[in-house]
């Protein structure tokens, strides 16, 4: 190997704008190996050419691109660089991003919201008929109420089973009773599927619904809350969750039961 063609590291450093000590990391993921490794000294060099590599490299890092990924943008054989694939690859991860940053936004607006009304409940209590929007909700069966070691280890089970069916949680999880049936809920993000593909997905449909602040979990005595809207002939929607407060205690927290009124018969 001719070494007066090759550039040492620290040469090559300076002019690839890659410290040495990430080059020598790139070469110990098998990112970019030195071109010629002195075998008595140990010293590394480097081709010209591969500055061209360090700087797909540095575009990864740009896009957010995990390093251990850029060896299929490279063709080690022809020393090609696919930059077609790369900035593909990159667009993908920036639109997730952007998937991403909305869906927290979405979260920091209905919390927004969720604050609002709490404090329009506390100020006004006979004024409590708020709409909802449709919500997507995987459940489990759950007789107890909320607060409990039991309860909690339901809500952990219903995140599990969202992870395991590729449905991301949403922004409220509590206790939901349709019919005669209670359950633990997580809303989910459902992403096309439907309740005959899980029988453990219920989806509620956007109604206006009657609020109640409580200072302990009652879902089990909705009934009692709620006697008129209990009397009606159709189906009960009830769901309660813990209420978001300007300045919540943690150790008494404050909840909120919500039971959807009567649909009006379309004329």
């Known amino acids: 190997m001719d070494k007066t063609k090759l550039l040492p590291i620290g040469v090559f450093s300076k002019l690839s704008g890659a410290n040495i000590k990430s080059l020598r990391y790139y070469d110990q993921i098998g990112v970019l190996p030195p071109a ?5 000294t140990g010293y590394r060099y480097y081709a010209f050419s591969q500055i061209h590599v360090v700087d797909a490299i540095q575009l ?9 990924q850029f060896p299929q943008f490279l063709d080690r054989e022809r020393k090609q660089i696919h930059y077609a694939k790369l900035l593909a690859k990159g667009r993908d991860l ?3 991003k952007i998937r991403s940053i909305q869906d927290r936004l979405d979260f920091l607006d209905q919390a927004q919201k969720d604050l609002q009304r709490g404090r329009f409940l506390q100020q006004s209590p006979e004024d409590n008929i708020f709409p909802l929007p449709e919500k997507a909700c995987l459940v489990l069966p759950y007789e107890g109420v909320q607060n409990t070691a039991d309860f909690y280890r ?21 206790l939901l009773r349709l019919g005669c049936r209670q359950y633990a809920f997580l809303e989910v993000n459902p992403i096309g599927k439907t309740p005959e593909e899980l029988p ?11 609020f109640l602040q409580t200072e302990e979990s009652c879902l089990p005595s909705a009934q009692q809350r ?3 809207l209990f009397s009606a002939p159709t189906p009960q929607v009830v769901m309660e969750v813990e209420a978001i407060l300007e300045v919540g205690d943690s150790t008494a927290p404050l909840f909120e039961l919500r039971c959807a009124l009567p649909q009006l018969p379309k004329s």
């Open 36 to 40: 010629f490794v002195d075998p008595d």
């Open 200 to 210: 453990q997905l219920k989806f509620l449909p956007a109604a206006q619904y009657r």
């Open 226 to 228: 709620f006697p008129q």
């Open 94 to 96: 920036a639109q997730e």
């Open 60 to 68: 990864c890092l740009e896009l957010d691109i995990p390093l251990k």
């Open 154 to 174: 339901a809500v952990g089970q219903l995140y599990r089973l969202a992870k395991q069916l590729h449905l991301p949680p949403r922004y409220e999880f509590g």
